[in-house]
């Protein structure tokens, strides 16, 4: 059954939508992520223009990062206070990236823009958590403890000034970790289309030490502001969200999310991190092989304005 | 539906445009108004047309060659080429074609090189090789050579997707003077008024015209949301985001237990 999306400009298949939203549905709940880093790249595979996709997408992580902050938030797991500190940062990130996108689109070179930033921070941190997952794995093979997080550890994160607690998640840490990565992540967020949960899951347990108690609630409260606000962002400076592309997208990725969850629940850590590694990993040697390899077309087109 | 509509119509006549004129063209389209519905998937638009003698006791002079130039609204595009800088492929240099046809077909009964000289052609604008499609160029605007590149890869670029296109088959001639041409409407059409020159050729040589026009509208649902996007760009984002927040909480309604 044929739709025509009134954004984007195109008849698509309803169940071939749908049908990618459940998918990466399924993944975002196993995993507990937004899935954008891969729901973006097959909507421009199916020849949504990347400038729609990136900008529809962060609608539809707002919907499956708000089901599962709200799951969390019933088992009181997520850390309101350090959310809100993320916060602050994060929608001035994502308003210099909504700026940075419209500017790059101008210039023709978002396209390039968006495939260089997906290679980047897909490989290494692809490559990241294979190792870190390999390590892990290795380590209890050899009936070897987990290393568990050290309480009185510090980093030189931990000198910096303006310290505050955050009670829910037990840290004591400086402000100014804290607002780079909210930035880090609404920033990337709004280039690349994606909620960034892959990414800022890992940074607050590595930089900030946020236990593993309380890090994926925050991680989702914190995506379902970044893109809610990147989707009213958007939609008023590009006019780009197609809020028919979304809908189909959302109903999808809810429904996926909820069995995808079932079936992470019964994997081990490691094992679940290696596959997501992989997963990300082979996501950003796709966009590499796509920016080396010589394309069918050397010429594009780009709508400037209807006269 | 649309032999009803057709019957309905009102038949577009042009007047002669030159006293030496012996033929004057008749033509009437199957629908004037294209609707872009959520089911849209493209259509086809039929022209019917007779070739009248004019003076109507004048004589005719078959066999007759039809050209059928149909184009849509116009835009502003930008042709971007890319070329490999430290081993990636970048976009380098673009071309800015202004106020072009988003659609369109060249439609006629024979191959347009076949019915006319080549200079005839050219001054006629008649044919994809041949219509006007300015380029800026520093601040000046004008059309380029035929092969310039950045000028054949915006056709080829629009022709792959179906917008742009030359048919030397798509006018059926019924009788000598009866003909019948069918205009493609692919699903990606633009919403807009188009226009539709008809040209009459007889022995290279251009002897009548007229013109039609028809319009492609979004409808119902569509139109409101494309609408929507466009002018109230912030409530229209706010409401995206608020369906987002609704979906997400109903999905944790619905699967709350377990």
């Known amino acids: ?307 | 539906m649309r032999r009803f509509a057709l019957m309905l119509m009102l038949v577009v006549a042009a007047g002669a445009a030159r006293p030496a004129c012996a033929e004057r063209l008749v033509v009437s389209l199957s629908n004037h108004r294209v609707a872009v519905t959520s089911s849209f998937v493209g259509e086809e638009l039929v022209l019917f047309g007779t070739v009248e003698p004019d003076p109507a006791t004048a004589p005719l002079h078959p066999p007759y060659d039809l050209v059928v130039t149909v184009a849509g609204p116009r835009q502003t595009l930008r042709t971007r080429r890319k070329q490999r800088i430290l081993g990636i492929w970048v976009n380098v240099d673009a071309r800015e074609f202004v106020g072009v046809p988003s659609y369109l077909a060249v439609l006629s009964n024979r191959p347009v090189n076949e019915i006319a000289k080549e200079d005839t052609l050219r001054r006629l604008q008649v044919g994809l090789d041949n219509f006007l499609l300015p380029q800026r160029i520093g601040s000046d605007l004008g059309d380029t050579v035929r092969d310039d590149p950045f000028r054949r890869a915006f056709v080829r670029l629009q022709n792959q997707q179906g917008l742009y296109r030359e048919s030397g088959t798509a006018v059926t001639f019924l009788t000598p003077t009866v003909f019948r041409a069918a205009i493609p409407m692919p699903a990606a059409v633009p919403t807009g008024s188009y226009g539709i020159e008809v040209e009459l050729f007889a022995g290279g040589m251009l002897v009548a015209r007229t013109n039609t026009a028809l319009e492609v509208i979004k409808t119902g649902f569509e139109q409101y949301v494309a609408d929507a996007a466009r002018d109230y760009g912030l409530l229209y984002g706010a409401a995206t985001a608020m369906m987002a927040l609704l979906i997400g909480w109903f999905a944790s309604l619905v699967f709350a237990r377990d």
């Not at chain 1, 799951?71 to 500190?85: E, K, Q």
């Not at chain 1, 050290?150 to 000198?159: A, F, M, V």
């Not at chain 1, 994926?216 to 008023?236: E, N």
């Open chain 1, 1 to 307: 059954m044929q739709i025509y999306l009134p954004i984007a400009d195109l008849p698509v298949n309803v169940f071939l939508v749908l049908g990618m939203g459940l998918a990466v549905g399924y993944i975002s709940g196993m995993f507990g992520i937004g899935g954008g880093f891969l729901m973006t790249p097959l909507l421009i595979f199916i020849g949504i223009s990347p400038a729609v996709a990136v900008a529809t997408v962060s609608s539809h992580i707002a919907a499956s990062s708000f089901t599962g902050a709200i799951s969390y938030w019933r088992r009181r797991a997520l850390d309101i206070a350090l959310a809100m500190m993320l916060l602050s940062a994060g929608i001035v990130g994502t308003a210099t990236g909504v700026w940075l996108f419209t500017e790059l689109r101008a210039l023709d070179q978002l396209d390039l823009m968006i495939g260089l930033s997906y290679v980047t921070l897909l490989t290494v941190v692809g490559s990241m958590m294979i190792y870190e997952s390999v390590r892990a794995e290795m380590r209890a093979r050899q009936g070897m403890p987990a290393t568990l997080r050290r309480p009185g550890s510090h980093t030189w994160l931990h000198g910096l000034p303006f310290k505050l607690r955050f009670k829910r998640s037990k840290i004591y840490v400086s402000a100014i970790p804290v607002w780079a990565i909210g930035f880090i992540i609404g920033f990337v967020g709004a280039i690349m289309g994606i909620g960034g949960g892959f990414l800022l899951v890992p940074m607050l347990i590595y930089f900030l030490r946020v236990p593993t108690a309380t890090v994926i609630g925050t991680s989702m409260v914190l995506t379902l502001i970044t893109m809610a606000s990147a989707t009213v962002m958007h939609a008023a400076t590009n006019h780009l969200v197609d809020a028919v592309l979304a809908l189909i997208l959302m109903v999808g990725g809810v429904i996926g999310a909820q069995f995808g969850a079932r079936m992470g629940q019964k994997m081990r850590g490691e094992r679940l991190r290696l596959l997501l590694g992989l997963l990300v990993f082979a996501v950003g040697c796709r966009f590499a092989y796509e920016l080396v390899v010589k394309p069918d077309d050397l010429f594009s087109l780009r709508h400037v304005r209807t006269d």
